[in-house]
């Protein structure tokens, strides 16, 4: 079946980076765009960024710019979600969700299970 | 980019038909039909619901339909039971390139 399985939880202080994993199976994983949505405790979802797998091309919401950085490796069909210069208000949990066509204008049909990060001196 | 605007919460009761709005503007909502819906029980990884709109991915519920006019975009969830209670959010894709959720609206079956 289609599943996405993410790294596990994190904990890190103010200023460091972390970066997260998304290794799909059960499907081609170069047909479908990642995407990354993060939910901070008792909060809404916030998309952060996509990727095309088949290219590597992201894009960023205009508020990480500079501070998140989204790859992919093939080989392993596994996408990474890097943030850095961390923040207290980053505490949250971080999830990658696969798009339901080829286009990057798709829907978030599959989920990761969510990866927590928590940011704290 | 501003989130979709929803309704904190709504409630009805159990057999009850339920609307949730999700209003945006033109440059969302208004101009594309990559609008869908989420549902999130507590806890829980958000569920597709509703995709391009009014599309209801294979295994959900048919009591659950979305419809869009202008800016505003709907989620009905029909004949409601006691497992709808959860938290919905709407979702749309931009002309900034970019995607933007509702700040979310938590259901509660009476």
């Known amino acids: 079946q289609v599943q996405l399985v993410q790294s596990g939880a994190e904990v890190k202080k103010p200023g460091a980076s972390v970066k997260v994993s998304c290794k799909a199976s059960?499907?081609?994983?170069?047909?479908?765009?990642i995407y990354w949505v993060r939910q901070a405790p008792g909060q809404g979802l916030e998309w952060m960024a996509w990727?095309?797998?088949?290219?590597?091309?992201?894009n960023y919401a205009q508020k990480f710019q500079g501070r998140v950085t989204v790859t992919r490796d093939t080989s392993i069909s596994t996408a990474y979600m890097e943030l850095s210069r961390l923040r207290s208000d980053d505490t949250a949990v971080y999830f990658c969700?696969?798009?339901?066509?080829?286009?990057?204008?798709?829907?978030?049909?599959?989920w990761g299970q969510g990866t927590m990060v928590t940011v704290s001196s | 980019q501003s989130a979709l605007t929803q309704p904190a919460s709504v409630s009805g009761s159990p057999g009850q038909s339920i609307t949730i709005s999700c209003t945006g503007t033109?440059?969302?909502?208004?101009?594309?039909?990559?609008v869908s819906w989420y549902q999130q029980h507590p806890g829980k990884v958000p569920k597709l619901m509703i995709y391009?709109?009014?599309n209801r991915p294979s295994g959900v519920s048919n009591r659950f339909s979305g419809s869009k006019s202008g800016n505003t975009a709907s989620l009905t969830i029909s004949g409601l039971q006691a497992e709808d209670e959860a938290d919905y959010y709407c979702?749309?894709?931009?002309?900034?390139?970019?995607?933007?959720f509702g700040g979310g609206t938590k259901l509660t079956v009476l």
């Open positions: 969700a696969r798009g339901n066509s080829g286009t990057y204008k798709a829907d978030f049909d599959v």
């Open positions: 059960g499907y081609r994983f170069t047909g479908n765009y």
């Open positions: 990727i095309n797998p088949n290219n590597g091309g992201p």
């Open positions: 033109s440059s969302d909502v208004g101009f594309y039909n990559y």
């Open positions: 391009e709109v009014s």
């Open positions: 979702s749309s894709y931009t002309s900034s390139n970019s995607r933007v």
